[in-house]
Structures are given as structure tokens and as C-alpha cells.
């Protein structure tokens, strides 16, 4: 194999700006919340400036920032859970002791009202825009399974489910607070 000459900084410098934006928008695709982008970024920069002349074809340039993003985001993902998982509030409102398995119990009855709360929105929505919502989410069937199993054209499928979305998004809010509706399909 052929060996590279030693790119300089200017070259680095120039090419980290070329690909900065796109290596943001990636973490942001990928990132937790809770991350700040900006440090992320700048591990990326770190791992690129180091790890450069590692890339065997300058062609795979963007592939390879975008492994680098990518990993750092599951990276701080990771440290996230793992914060979360070691750091949790010990003491609950009352500041008694929180019992772990009283606390899940608590996020699965708070998760069943949840769904039985949307689920009760969605049956006041016409059927017509209910079925295919909930074989969609519910069932996971894509637009083509949905349009076979109720003999009607894809196309068809694809609006109600666009339609009855809009239309869950607006009966969930006009649920919650009826300031937040402007008409029927907000």
C-alpha cells in the first residue's frame, strides 16, 4: 500500500470546516436530549484530527466522520443510562426512601393510564381514520398491509393515516387543554 504524505493543519482545518455541519446533524440524529451537541462535536473533532491518518481512501471521508459521530453518540448515550441508572433521586416527595419495586409499579400504572387516556381519544375518532392508525401503530403493518387488508388504494391509506393523526394530535390537545385547539384539524 502506498503511503500518504502528512497532511497538514490547514488542510485538517479546512476539511473539519467542509464537513462540520454535516457531522452536527448527525448528532443530532443520534444524540440523547439531555447531550449537549457541542461537546459531542468536539470529541468528534478530537477523534478526527488524531485518528486521519488511519483513513485509508480519502473518499470515505464522510462515511468514516459520520462511524465517528455516531459511536460518540452512542458513547454518550451510555453515560447517560449509566448516570441515570447510578445517580437516581434516592429520597421520593415525602422524603421517605423510594422502594424500587413501588417505583415500578408507580411508571407502569402511570404508563396504562397513559395508554387507556389516548386509547379513549382515539376511539372517538370515525373509523375510517381509526383503523388504519391503530393497524399502523398498534400492529405495525406498513401502508401496502393495511391498504390489502381493507381493499383500499395505498394512496387512500396514506391519507387517512396523515388525516387521523392530525386529528389524534388534535383531540389529545383539545383533551389536555381545549385553549391549545384552533378548529377541528389543528
Known sequence: MPQRDPIDQTTLDALWRDHRRFVSAVLLAHAPRRVDVDDLLQEVAMTFVRAFHTLRDPALLKPWLRTIAINCARSAARRVRLHDRHLRPMLGADSDVVDPAQE????????????????????????DYREPLVLRCVEGMSQKQIAQALSLPETTIETRLARGRRML??????????RCVRGPYP
Not at 411508571?107 to 382515539?122: C, N, P, T
Open 104 to 127: 415500578k409499579a408507580h411508571r407502569q400504572a402511570e404508563s396504562e393510564f397513559q395508554a387507556g387516556f389516548v386509547l379513549g381519544v382515539l376511539e372517538r375518532l370515525h373509523p
Open 169 to 178: 394530535r388534535g383531540a389529545l390537545a383539545q383533551s389536555l387543554d381545549p
